[in-house]
């Protein structure tokens, strides 16, 4: 069945620094991808919807210059956390829907970051 | 706006026991209807789906029905295993032409089961 590939899947990195996460759609074409964050023990909220070739649109109080969201291929969006502090550090999830839209949600591995 | 709302956890059941998981959502129109399951350290993973008022899914011996009167999905295993511990996740799409597709979750429960 469809995959959808996440990495890394942790990360460990100091304050200031900014990360990098990538999502892939292995086997299908992704035209949306959705980028969700996880508090531990919570649910997972939605940060932001990445359309291939446009803009994301971020949800209510995620800010757009500190979560970079680029989504350049139908296979590939990644999204890029800047100058990262340890309030940043949480279980980041990525899932991809083909371009129909008929079917579920496909979702990564997910990506541990821990901010020192 | 949409939301789901599932019954808190943990639940604890001893192996072989029957399990129910409520799940209640709010949503205008007619929304599809998902289980999700995430198992420690991974994402989620689909378990089962229902897109249409009466529709069942099953999937590994779980199984919810779509009750758009009580606007419920409520998940059921007959018996469960050890290897069912997990968080479970109840969300709900919008039909395709609202033109938002983001899943909307509830808050997860988690489930431990004991041998």
């Known amino acids: 069945g469809a995959v959808v590939s996440q990495h890394p899947s942790r990360v460990i990195c100091k304050s200031g620094t900014s990360v990098k996460i990538e999502c892939r759609s292995l086997d299908f074409q992704a035209t949306t991808m959705f980028w969700y964050r996880q508090f531990p023990k919570q649910s997972l909220m939605l940060m932001a919807t990445?359309?291939?070739?446009?803009?994301?649109?971020?949800e209510q109080g995620v800010e757009k210059d500190k979560f970079l969201i680029n989504h350049a291929s139908l296979t590939l969006s990644t999204l890029t956390v800047t100058s990262a502090h340890p309030e940043d550090s949480s279980f980041y999830i990525c899932s991809a829907r083909d371009w129909t839209g008929n079917q579920p949600q496909h979702f990564g591995d997910g990506t541990r970051l821990s901010i020192l | 706006g949409d939301s789901v709302t599932q019954m808190e956890g943990p639940v604890t059941l001893s192996e072989e026991a029957f399990l129910t998981i409520n799940c209640t959502y709010t949503a205008t129109g007619y929304p599809s209807l998902f289980w999700y399951v995430q198992y420690p350290g991974e994402g989620l993973q689909l378990l089962l789906k229902a897109t249409k008022a009466d529709d069942k899914g099953s999937n590994k011996g779980f199984e919810a029905t779509y009750r758009k009167e009580t606007t419920s999905f409520h998940l059921e295993k007959g018996s469960v295993q050890v290897s069912d511990s997990a968080v479970y996740f109840c969300a709900l799409t919008r039909p395709m032409d609202t033109g938002r597709r983001a899943l909307t979750f509830g808050s997860g429960t988690r489930l431990q089961v004991q041998p």
């Open positions: 990445s359309n291939e070739g446009s803009k994301a649109t971020y």
